[in-house]
């Protein structure tokens, strides 16, 4: 369902915003602009929230790790198409945290009181499609479409309640799950969040006077209920020279599934970055 919505809105975006005569017409992007731009970024993203199942929620305390993120950018001088914007982003993060309630995640109910850890592992590729409705020297502000293409799981393991037999041997092999006698067992629940999600792109980039640095600003956001998604980033540029730039800034990405086969979650990264542009 979600990729089929993906395809009618692409075809929209692309049929509403081909120029004629009887629509605006896009200011032709500079010649000093047209070329490949390669960039990458530090981020120190530090996560809050919470995540889990629909009724069931915890905060696993996860832990604040740098990321390195990197975009291709291509920009071509034919008014009529598109610009082309590719960017990856890594979420990989882990935390901690002793259950005050039973939860249930994937196929697994871990026990009360027990220590359960978090591991969240979630990229995404966005396929950016955008026109640059101005383009000068001093000012620029671009608008388009991004399909978000989300990979990875998330997986919590702890100590479940088990039916397994072999949990009920008084004495169990060096190898058994078990933690002792009972029904308790260590074991582990992943989801996938494999998914694509179409997104606003909206970006701005404004020269200060009498200065290298440039204010830029740029947001993703998402077009679809299913999931709320976000990915703001606010920064300055340093020219070096023509062809590099430095940038730094702080970036939050906010996630928030609902019902992502059967992962809920409300989570938000934040944080401040460093990085580079080349020019070619």
């Known amino acids: 369902m979600v990729k089929t919505v993906f395809a009618v809105t692409l075809a929209a975006f692309l049929t509403f915003s081909a120029p004629t005569s009887a629509q605006f017409t896009y200011a032709p992007t500079s010649r000093d ?54 960017s990856t982003t890594q979420l990989d993060t882990s935390g901690q945290t002793t259950l005050t309630q039973q939860f249930g995640f994937s196929d697994k109910t871990f026990s009360v009181a027990a220590t359960v850890d978090a591991s969240f592992d979630v990229s995404y590729i966005d396929y950016t499609l955008y026109y640059a409705l101005f383009d000068s020297e001093d000012f620029s502000f671009e608008l388009g479409f991004s399909a978000r293409d989300l990979n990875g ?80 980033q606010l920064g300055f540029s340093y020219d070096l020279h023509k062809l590099m730039q430095v940038t730094f800034g702080y970036r939050v990405v906010n996630m928030a599934f609902d019902n992502l086969n059967s992962l809920y979650t409300d989570l938000a990264f934040k944080g401040a970055f460093v990085g580079m542009i080349a020019h070619f």
């Open 33 to 86: 602009d047209v070329g490949l731009y390669l960039g990458g970024q530090i981020w120190q993203s530090g996560p809050s929230g919470v995540l889990g199942a629909e009724h069931t929620r915890v905060d696993f305390n996860l832990k604040k790790q740098q990321q390195i993120n990197y975009f291709i950018d291509l920009k071509h001088p034919i008014a009529a198409l598109p610009h082309l914007r590719i």
């Open 153 to 232: 799981n998330v997986t919590v393991a702890g100590t479940t309640k088990s039916s397994d037999d072999t949990c009920n041997d008084p004495n169990p092999s060096p190898d058994s799950p078990c933690t002792g006698t009972g029904n308790n067992a260590i074991s582990s629940g992943t989801i996938k969040t494999d998914d694509i999600n179409p997104m606003l792109f909206v970006a701005t980039n404004i020269g200060l006077p009498l200065t290298q640095l440039n204010l830029f600003a740029q947001a993703d956001v998402s077009l679809l209920n299913d999931h709320r998604l976000a990915d703001y």
